[in-house]
Protein backbone atom coordinates (compact mmCIF):
# COMPACT_ATOMS: atom_id res chain seq x y z
CA UNK A 1 0.00 0.00 0.00
CA UNK A 2 3.17 2.17 0.23
CA UNK A 3 3.78 2.03 -2.97
CA UNK A 4 0.09 3.30 -4.17
CA UNK A 5 0.04 5.99 -1.10
CA UNK A 6 3.69 7.57 -2.66
CA UNK A 7 2.08 7.10 -6.48
CA UNK A 8 -0.24 8.95 -5.22
CA UNK A 9 1.11 11.53 -3.38
CA UNK A 10 3.34 12.73 -6.31
CA UNK A 11 0.26 12.13 -8.69
CA UNK A 12 -1.62 14.89 -6.62
CA UNK A 13 1.52 17.20 -6.31
CA UNK A 14 2.04 17.36 -10.26
CA UNK A 15 -1.11 17.76 -11.12
CA UNK A 16 -2.81 20.64 -8.47
CA UNK A 17 -0.31 22.70 -10.31
CA UNK A 18 -1.43 21.55 -13.57
CA UNK A 19 -5.01 22.05 -12.65
CA UNK A 20 -4.46 25.25 -11.29
CA UNK A 21 -2.65 26.81 -14.96
CA UNK A 22 -5.63 25.24 -16.31
CA UNK A 23 -8.42 26.34 -14.65
CA UNK A 24 -9.11 22.63 -13.53
CA UNK A 25 -10.15 22.02 -10.27
CA UNK A 26 -11.40 18.12 -10.72
CA UNK A 27 -9.25 15.73 -12.33
CA UNK A 28 -8.11 11.89 -12.21
CA UNK A 29 -5.11 11.85 -9.97
CA UNK A 30 -4.82 8.05 -10.51
CA UNK A 31 -5.64 5.47 -13.28
CA UNK A 32 -4.43 1.53 -12.43
CA UNK A 33 -1.31 3.42 -12.48
CA UNK A 34 -0.12 0.31 -10.27
CA UNK A 35 -1.27 -3.05 -11.26
CA UNK A 36 -1.39 -4.53 -7.71
CA UNK A 37 -3.67 -1.39 -6.94
CA UNK A 38 -6.38 -1.49 -9.19
CA UNK A 39 -8.16 1.78 -8.38
CA UNK A 40 -8.96 4.69 -9.97
CA UNK A 41 -8.77 8.09 -8.24
CA UNK A 42 -10.69 11.30 -9.27
CA UNK A 43 -10.22 14.59 -7.22
CA UNK A 44 -13.65 16.86 -7.03
CA UNK A 45 -12.31 20.24 -5.33
CA UNK A 46 -11.28 18.83 -2.06
CA UNK A 47 -13.24 15.41 -2.01
CA UNK A 48 -12.13 11.75 -3.54
CA UNK A 49 -13.92 9.40 -5.45
CA UNK A 50 -12.43 5.96 -5.34
CA UNK A 51 -13.53 3.73 -7.58
CA UNK A 52 -12.18 0.05 -7.25
CA UNK A 53 -11.97 -2.34 -10.50
CA UNK A 54 -11.57 -5.71 -9.34
CA UNK A 55 -11.14 -7.31 -5.44
CA UNK A 56 -11.97 -5.66 -2.12
CA UNK A 57 -11.30 -1.87 -1.33
CA UNK A 58 -9.71 -2.05 2.17
CA UNK A 59 -9.73 0.30 4.39
CA UNK A 60 -5.90 0.38 4.05
CA UNK A 61 -6.71 1.96 0.51
CA UNK A 62 -8.94 4.94 2.21
CA UNK A 63 -6.25 5.90 4.54
CA UNK A 64 -4.02 6.12 2.12
CA UNK A 65 -5.59 8.14 -0.39
CA UNK A 66 -6.65 10.45 3.00
CA UNK A 67 -2.69 10.19 3.97
CA UNK A 68 -1.54 11.39 0.78
CA UNK A 69 -3.94 13.83 -0.43
CA UNK A 70 -3.76 15.25 2.94
CA UNK A 71 -7.86 14.72 3.11
CA UNK A 72 -10.05 13.62 5.94
CA UNK A 73 -11.14 10.34 5.38
CA UNK A 74 -14.97 11.42 5.25
CA UNK A 75 -13.65 13.01 2.25
CA UNK A 76 -12.80 9.82 0.28
CA UNK A 77 -16.14 8.66 -1.53
CA UNK A 78 -15.62 4.75 -2.18
CA UNK A 79 -17.41 2.61 -5.13
CA UNK A 80 -17.04 -0.62 -6.64
CA UNK A 81 -16.97 -0.89 -10.45
CA UNK A 82 -16.09 -4.01 -11.39
CA UNK A 83 -17.80 -5.46 -13.89
CA UNK A 84 -20.31 -2.00 -14.71
CA UNK A 85 -21.18 -1.11 -18.36
CA UNK A 86 -23.67 0.03 -20.45
CA UNK A 87 -26.22 2.76 -18.67
CA UNK A 88 -23.99 2.27 -15.32
CA UNK A 89 -24.42 6.48 -14.67
CA UNK A 90 -27.79 5.84 -14.44
CA UNK A 91 -27.45 3.07 -11.46
CA UNK A 92 -28.50 4.64 -7.62
CA UNK A 93 -26.03 3.17 -5.20
CA UNK A 94 -28.76 3.02 -2.58
CA UNK A 95 -27.21 6.63 -0.47
CA UNK A 96 -28.48 9.87 -0.96
CA UNK A 97 -25.12 11.47 -1.33
CA UNK A 98 -24.15 15.41 -0.66
CA UNK A 99 -24.39 17.86 -3.72
CA UNK A 100 -22.17 20.10 -4.18
CA UNK A 101 -20.55 22.50 -6.74
CA UNK A 102 -17.69 22.31 -8.91
CA UNK A 103 -15.75 24.35 -11.59
CA UNK A 104 -14.33 23.59 -14.44
CA UNK A 105 -12.69 26.18 -17.33
CA UNK A 106 -14.70 28.76 -15.25
CA UNK A 107 -18.09 26.80 -15.34
CA UNK A 108 -20.05 25.26 -12.37
CA UNK A 109 -21.64 22.10 -12.21
CA UNK A 110 -23.20 19.86 -9.77
CA UNK A 111 -21.77 16.68 -8.78
CA UNK A 112 -22.92 13.66 -6.39
CA UNK A 113 -20.15 11.68 -5.53
CA UNK A 114 -22.35 8.54 -3.20
CA UNK A 115 -25.99 8.48 -4.98
CA UNK A 116 -24.95 7.25 -8.52
CA UNK A 117 -21.76 5.14 -10.28
CA UNK A 118 -20.90 8.28 -11.89
CA UNK A 119 -20.69 11.60 -10.31
CA UNK A 120 -22.75 13.94 -12.82
CA UNK A 121 -19.27 15.19 -14.94
CA UNK A 122 -17.52 12.98 -17.11
CA UNK A 123 -13.71 14.26 -16.52
CA UNK A 124 -12.54 12.52 -19.79
CA UNK A 125 -14.70 14.35 -21.69
CA UNK A 126 -13.38 17.91 -20.49
CA UNK A 127 -11.35 18.73 -23.63
CA UNK A 128 -14.15 17.73 -26.02
CA UNK A 129 -16.27 20.36 -24.02
CA UNK A 130 -14.11 22.85 -24.58
CA UNK A 131 -13.67 21.84 -28.24
CA UNK A 132 -17.49 22.12 -28.76
CA UNK A 133 -17.38 25.77 -26.96
CA UNK A 134 -14.85 26.84 -29.15
CA UNK A 135 -17.35 26.06 -32.30
CA UNK A 136 -20.18 27.26 -30.44
CA UNK A 137 -20.44 30.76 -31.42
CA UNK A 138 -23.57 31.85 -33.36
CA UNK A 139 -24.72 27.86 -33.61
CA UNK A 140 -27.73 26.23 -33.13
CA UNK A 141 -26.73 23.30 -30.90
CA UNK A 142 -28.19 19.86 -30.19
CA UNK A 143 -26.99 17.40 -27.16
CA UNK A 144 -28.05 13.73 -27.92
CA UNK A 145 -27.81 11.48 -24.89
CA UNK A 146 -27.46 14.51 -22.92
CA UNK A 147 -27.03 13.28 -19.07
CA UNK A 148 -26.87 16.43 -16.82
CA UNK A 149 -26.03 18.77 -19.95
CA UNK A 150 -22.04 19.78 -19.18
CA UNK A 151 -21.87 20.06 -23.23
CA UNK A 152 -24.87 22.34 -23.53
CA UNK A 153 -23.29 24.24 -20.66
CA UNK A 154 -19.87 24.72 -22.74
CA UNK A 155 -22.05 25.53 -25.82
CA UNK A 156 -24.25 28.02 -24.16
CA UNK A 157 -21.49 30.16 -22.62
CA UNK A 158 -19.59 29.54 -25.91
CA UNK A 159 -22.28 31.89 -27.94
CA UNK A 160 -24.56 28.99 -29.50
CA UNK A 161 -27.38 31.02 -30.34
CA UNK A 162 -29.88 28.06 -29.46
CA UNK A 163 -29.41 25.30 -27.83
CA UNK A 164 -31.71 21.07 -27.63
CA UNK A 165 -30.83 19.00 -24.83
CA UNK A 166 -32.59 15.67 -25.13
CA UNK A 167 -32.41 12.55 -22.64
CA UNK A 168 -34.95 10.04 -21.63
CA UNK A 169 -34.30 10.51 -17.74
CA UNK A 170 -36.09 13.01 -15.70
CA UNK A 171 -33.58 12.91 -12.74
CA UNK A 172 -30.73 14.13 -15.12
CA UNK A 173 -32.63 16.68 -17.09
CA UNK A 174 -33.31 17.87 -13.75
CA UNK A 175 -30.04 17.96 -13.04
CA UNK A 176 -29.22 19.34 -16.45
CA UNK A 177 -31.96 22.31 -15.50
CA UNK A 178 -30.21 22.86 -12.21
CA UNK A 179 -26.87 23.23 -14.16
CA UNK A 180 -28.14 25.73 -16.45
CA UNK A 181 -29.53 27.75 -13.86
CA UNK A 182 -26.08 27.91 -12.33
CA UNK A 183 -24.00 28.93 -14.91
CA UNK A 184 -26.93 32.07 -16.23
CA UNK A 185 -28.54 30.55 -18.85
CA UNK A 186 -31.81 31.73 -20.57
CA UNK A 187 -34.23 28.58 -19.80
CA UNK A 188 -36.18 30.04 -23.47
CA UNK A 189 -32.94 30.04 -25.28
CA UNK A 190 -31.69 26.35 -23.86
CA UNK A 191 -34.87 23.89 -24.42
CA UNK A 192 -35.24 20.65 -22.43
CA UNK A 193 -36.52 17.75 -23.84
CA UNK A 194 -37.44 14.01 -21.87
CA UNK A 195 -37.22 11.47 -25.14
CA UNK A 196 -36.11 8.86 -26.41
CA UNK A 197 -33.09 9.64 -29.02
CA UNK A 198 -34.48 7.81 -31.77
CA UNK A 199 -38.20 9.01 -31.37
CA UNK A 200 -36.43 12.39 -31.33
CA UNK A 201 -34.66 11.75 -34.58
CA UNK A 202 -38.02 10.27 -36.47
CA UNK A 203 -39.58 13.25 -36.70
CA UNK A 204 -36.95 15.95 -35.82
CA UNK A 205 -36.52 18.03 -39.82
CA UNK A 206 -33.23 19.56 -38.90
CA UNK A 207 -32.09 23.36 -38.36
CA UNK A 208 -28.68 22.35 -36.09
CA UNK A 209 -25.11 23.65 -36.76
CA UNK A 210 -23.38 21.68 -34.10
CA UNK A 211 -24.58 18.28 -32.27
CA UNK A 212 -22.43 16.27 -30.13
CA UNK A 213 -23.70 12.37 -30.17
CA UNK A 214 -22.15 10.74 -27.01
CA UNK A 215 -24.67 7.42 -26.78
CA UNK A 216 -24.31 4.31 -23.79
CA UNK A 217 -22.75 1.23 -25.13
CA UNK A 218 -25.86 -0.33 -24.41
CA UNK A 219 -29.67 0.40 -22.94
CA UNK A 220 -32.74 -1.74 -22.89
CA UNK A 221 -34.29 1.27 -20.72
CA UNK A 222 -37.84 0.59 -20.53
CA UNK A 223 -38.72 3.90 -21.10
CA UNK A 224 -37.77 3.72 -24.96
CA UNK A 225 -38.73 1.73 -27.98
CA UNK A 226 -36.62 -1.49 -28.09
CA UNK A 227 -32.81 -1.51 -27.55
CA UNK A 228 -29.72 0.55 -28.60
CA UNK A 229 -26.16 -0.83 -28.86
CA UNK A 230 -23.57 1.30 -30.03
CA UNK A 231 -21.81 -1.39 -32.68
CA UNK A 232 -24.87 -1.99 -34.19
CA UNK A 233 -26.72 1.23 -34.24
CA UNK A 234 -24.11 4.19 -34.23
CA UNK A 235 -24.03 4.66 -38.63
CA UNK A 236 -27.55 5.03 -39.01
CA UNK A 237 -27.46 7.00 -35.73
CA UNK A 238 -24.54 8.98 -36.64
CA UNK A 239 -26.88 9.25 -40.77
CA UNK A 240 -29.75 10.59 -38.99
CA UNK A 241 -27.69 13.02 -37.12
CA UNK A 242 -25.88 14.35 -40.25
CA UNK A 243 -29.29 14.79 -42.12
CA UNK A 244 -30.22 17.26 -39.30
CA UNK A 245 -26.95 19.59 -39.97
CA UNK A 246 -26.61 23.03 -42.25
CA UNK A 247 -23.87 23.07 -44.50
CA UNK A 248 -20.42 23.12 -42.90
CA UNK A 249 -22.52 21.82 -39.67
CA UNK A 250 -20.58 19.39 -37.61
CA UNK A 251 -20.75 16.26 -35.27
CA UNK A 252 -19.26 14.80 -32.47
CA UNK A 253 -19.60 11.44 -31.96
CA UNK A 254 -18.18 9.82 -29.44
CA UNK A 255 -18.99 6.25 -27.12
CA UNK A 256 -16.98 3.82 -24.21
CA UNK A 257 -17.23 0.59 -25.57
CA UNK A 258 -13.36 -0.62 -25.67
CA UNK A 259 -14.10 -3.03 -28.55
CA UNK A 260 -15.67 -0.56 -30.76
CA UNK A 261 -14.76 -0.23 -33.99
CA UNK A 262 -16.33 2.60 -36.72
CA UNK A 263 -18.59 1.45 -39.50
CA UNK A 264 -16.56 3.20 -42.25
CA UNK A 265 -18.24 1.17 -45.06
CA UNK A 266 -21.82 1.94 -43.81
CA UNK A 267 -20.66 5.44 -43.36
CA UNK A 268 -18.24 5.96 -46.49
CA UNK A 269 -19.02 9.22 -48.25
CA UNK A 270 -19.27 11.42 -45.23
CA UNK A 271 -16.27 13.49 -44.00
CA UNK A 272 -14.76 12.36 -40.65
CA UNK A 273 -11.53 12.37 -38.63
CA UNK A 274 -10.82 10.50 -35.50
CA UNK A 275 -10.20 13.43 -32.79
CA UNK A 276 -9.57 10.77 -29.53
CA UNK A 277 -6.00 11.78 -29.40
CA UNK A 278 -7.29 15.27 -28.69
CA UNK A 279 -10.27 14.48 -26.98
CA UNK A 280 -8.89 12.70 -24.38
CA UNK A 281 -7.25 14.30 -21.44
CA UNK A 282 -3.46 14.35 -20.53
CA UNK A 283 -4.50 13.28 -16.84
CA UNK A 284 -6.13 10.40 -18.10
CA UNK A 285 -3.18 7.36 -18.02
CA UNK A 286 -6.04 5.25 -20.07
CA UNK A 287 -6.29 6.50 -23.63
CA UNK A 288 -8.74 4.50 -24.84
CA UNK A 289 -10.97 5.45 -22.21
CA UNK A 290 -13.37 6.92 -25.15
CA UNK A 291 -12.95 7.29 -28.86
CA UNK A 292 -13.97 10.14 -30.61
CA UNK A 293 -15.05 11.27 -34.49
CA UNK A 294 -15.58 14.77 -35.60
CA UNK A 295 -17.86 14.37 -38.84
CA UNK A 296 -18.84 17.31 -40.97
CA UNK A 297 -21.01 18.77 -43.71
CA UNK A 298 -19.62 20.07 -46.65
Not at 33 to 50: Q, R, S
Not at 109 to 119: G, K, S
Not at 213 to 235: C, E, W
Not at 262 to 276: H, K, P, R, V, Y
Amino acid sequence: MEMFENRLRKNARHLAKWGRRRGISCYRIYDRDIPEFPFIVDYYEGKVHLQVLSGELSDEAVKAVSTALELPPEAVRTKRREGQKGDSQYEKTGKPGEDFVVTENGYKFIVNLDAYLDTGLFLDHRNMRKMVGEKAQGKRFLNLFAYTGSFTVYAAKGGASTSTTVDLSNTYLDWAKRNFELNDMDINKNIILREDVNVFLDKERGGYDLIVLDPPTFSNSKKMIGTFDVQRDHADMIKRCMSLLSEGGALFFSNNLKSFRLDQDALSGLDFSEISGQSVPEDFRNKKIHRSWLFVKP
